[in-house]
């Protein structure tokens, strides 16, 4: 944390101006209805969803949402605030696209009878890194994982040759921090009533992860 | 797999009562287990079984019927804020729970700690669209701190554990329970009542970090024109002690918002008013010339601030907050105390040093001099033929001394009430502040009585808003809250007709309101009530209905197009504000 900084629970922050895309991860009980609770605090500020995913996390019993969004660093820290602030969420951190290593699942069905007709189709699914996922005589899976733009040119090599059906997933994310998470969180799981817990200590290593 | 998460959440200190019946009565025995003495509602369909089980719980629990829900949720709403305690609903489901939504939304922006109960259709038949079936968790969850159906009664008495500690702890706010009629028939052996005080994801505190407050003290001891700022945080954390302390160690100038009025005496020298759009003189214009503005419990409404991008951007910002939400949300803090300030000012108090600024006291009491030459006089003793809003409550002042409690309904009489009314005590104000909700006057001063039965109770109420929820007046004829009505009639929508006036040329779109004869009115419902249109009267009619034993309802009437001033108009700096 810069010493100049006077506003301790803020890091500095001049490289956030604008918008890109940020990834906010929250941690929260798996319980009925806080989906919804998550997606009016961007709803009520007409603020779009590009891709959202939820999963079971590393610790039994807490799910992780990742939420993809595009807005500024000062909106997506008033969110992630919002979003901590619902009782049910353990905690709520975004990261911007440098700080995770992130990836997305698409597949596509073309047809049998041009991938077996055509040599570029083959070179094509080469050249992308596909796997087949099921063959049949009428049309074959095929599953790519990657970053947005390389799933979607596959999609448009893929047109002249009869793309049956294509599906992305939402984006799912992994810090690059070597710590991760779960230290922080297993700490939240144990912590007993008015036992102190050290407040955002992740906000002092501001140059790898934002908090609230 | 639910159920289990949330029973594994609460924590346990056993007791050995447990028993065997049904889950409406679980749930009742929970209610007096948290203490609840009071609750406020209406039955229907899906409620059945909650107040078939009441029936048996009468000595224990007193019920008031209101007449309308909404009613309802704005009378545990002022049972809140008088007593400090949780307010407590019941409503039945579909139109039952939909009429709650504005005292939730009301509740939630004013952090009005509620438990609200509705019933719902049975289990088997959600999502059928069954009679009387609404999908209540959706339509609350964006105006309920937490919410939570039941469809098992094996769950309520933990999800009732956790509404109370959830609506209570922390910044409070309302909770709502929707509990499906099968649960509420449901016989089982339930163990006893457990309260809960902790939930592994919900942390109603931040952890209070020295380094802040120190960094606080520090710009605090190095100002030379410190302003502080105050909200309801200050009464709800109970810190009225606390931040009295405060001030007076660093003899700093205070201001408060509409909800943060009365934390500290009227009378208090440090006292220098109201903030915002019809707030005082001084504590707008001095926002932008402070050098330090700490802000205490209170979350920069734009009612407060005026136009963001000239607010006190001269001076440095300490904001002290329970919610981090909150800082930084509108203004910008340059030190951020995050905690309940009831444990943050003291240490703050330890640090700072013992300051008087007598110059800068006297800037306040300059621009106070202009306010009083150029507006409340003319206010609070006119010399023309119509009576001022002013006046009257210049009567309520001299008549009470500052004890009553003055709830008040939204607009002109709101503003004007909140202006010059003295209050000696905390929580004596009540009022709906974020959302500005007419209607909430009768039925928040009929909860206020009973959240503190031993005051005397005055609801101030406009022509207009007493238009929006007068069946109440057949909960104080059933019930006998000896509440004080009065009705400041200009026979106007008058803030909606002011702000024609100054922003729409005076054209004056459907503010103009006709009124029935309120006297009448309330002698349809058996109480007791007069009519003033002379200043003559005035005195006498107002100690008459303080003196009443019993409710009373006065109507003053009052000057047609009067104008509360000062003004911050819409859009413009607070150091823009008007006098005229």
Known sequence: MSTEDTILHRPAAPDYEGKQEYNIIVYAENRIGLLNRIAIIFSKRKINIESLNTSPSEIEGIHRFNILITESYEVVRKLSRQIEKQVEVLKAYFVTNDEVIWQ???LYKVSTEEITEKVTVERLLRQYGASAVVIRKDYTVFAVTGHKEETDALVKALEPYDLIEFVRSARVAIIKDSAGFHEKLKEFKA??????????????KGDKIFTM | MIQETILAETKTAQTDKTFKGTGSQALLNGLIEEGVHTVFGYPGGAIMPIYDALYDYSDKLKHILVRHEQGGIHAAQGFARTSGDVGVVFATSGPGATNLVT?????QIDSTPLVCITGQVFAHLLGTDAFQETDVINITTPVTKWNYQI???KEIQEVLAKAFYIAKSGRPGPVLIDITKNAQLQVEEFNAYVKCNHIRSYRPKPNIRVEYIAQAAEVINAAKRPFVLFGQGVILGTAEQEFKAFIEKSGIPAAWTILGEGAIPTDHPLNVGMLGMHGNYGPNVLTNECDVL???????DDRVTGRLDKYAKQAKIIHLDIDPAEIDKNVKADVGVWGDCKETLPLLTDLVNE???????????DYNQQEIDQVITAELYPTGDEMTMGEVLRNINEICGGDAIIVTDVGQHQMVACRYAKFNNTRSNVTSGGLGTMGFGLPAAIGAKYGAPDKTVIAIIGDGGFQMTPQELGTIMQFGAEVKILILNNRFLGMVRQWQQLFHDKRYSFVNITSPDFVALAKA???EAQMVNERANLRTALETMINHEGSYLLEVMVGRENNVFPMVPQGCSVSEIRLK
Not at chain 2, 103 to 107: N, Q, T, V
Not at chain 2, 355 to 365: G, I, Q, S, T, Y
């Open chain 1, 104 to 106: 997305e699942l698409a």
């Open chain 1, 191 to 204: 912590v007993e009533p008015g036992e102190d817990l050290i407040e955002n200590e992740f906000l002092e």
């Open chain 2, 103 to 107: 005292g939730l939304a009301d509740a």
């Open chain 2, 151 to 153: 469809t098992d009664a």
């Open chain 2, 294 to 300: 700490i802000a205490v419990g209170m979350r920069f």
């Open chain 2, 355 to 365: 300051n008087k600024h007598p110059e800068w006291l006297a800037k306040f009491r």
């Open chain 2, 525 to 527: 419902y058996y109480i």
